[in-house]
């Protein structure tokens, strides 16, 4: 897969449809609602000319799913490392890309081990690549115009999403 030449942005969350609809009006960003999809996404991303990609499509969706169902206790290892090893797969064949910026709406209403999921595991392979930020038109495309720079994903991530089951949400430590 080609890689896009602009920045990749991924939105989460609730209301991100609205918001990718109301951004694809923006000049120079290209933004479209295609989520699961990844063939799809992956073709519409890397031949886009925009500055800034937009979409909901997210290729460690099924991953973070399994990740948090695991730690919630209604899925096996089995399933998590399944889902680890299909994603890990596709990036290291070039199928998947990782977004630059994962925007994560709402974060205050992001709940549970999903919270533990962006703000913990994900976002500590690439602390300044897991952004929150209001749901609002106006608050994402500030963020957008200033995106931080930062450590780039790691090159190892493939390997690290096959070790998952070890990224133990804080709330099993805390007692949440």
Do not use: C
């Amino acid at each position: 897969m080609a890689v896009s030449s602009g920045t990749v942005v991924t939105l989460v969350g609730s209301g991100s449809s609205e918001l990718i609809t109301e951004l694809g009006t923006l000049h120079n960003v290209d933004a479209f609602s295609i989520a699961g999809d990844e063939d799809e996404a992956a073709r519409r991303i890397s031949r886009s000319p925009a500055s800034f990609v937009v979409s909901d499509a997210d290729p460690l969706a099924h991953v973070a799913a399994a990740w948090v169902e695991f730690f919630d206790d209604r899925i096996s290892l089995e399933t998590l490392l399944v889902e680890a090893e299909v994603a890990a797969d596709a990036l290291r064949a070039g199928r998947a890309q990782l977004p630059d910026y994962y925007l994560v709406l709402d974060p205050e209403a992001v709940e549970g081990t999903w919270r533990h999921w962006w703000f913990g595991a994900l976002s500590s392979k690439a602390p300044t690549r897991v952004l929150p930020v209001p749901a609002s038109s106006g608050d994402v495309r500030r963020q957008l115009r200033r995106l931080p720079t930062g450590r780039p994903w790691p090159e190892a991530f493939p390997e690290w999403l096959t070790r998952l089951q070890f990224e133990v949400p804080d709330r099993l430590l805390t007692g949440e």
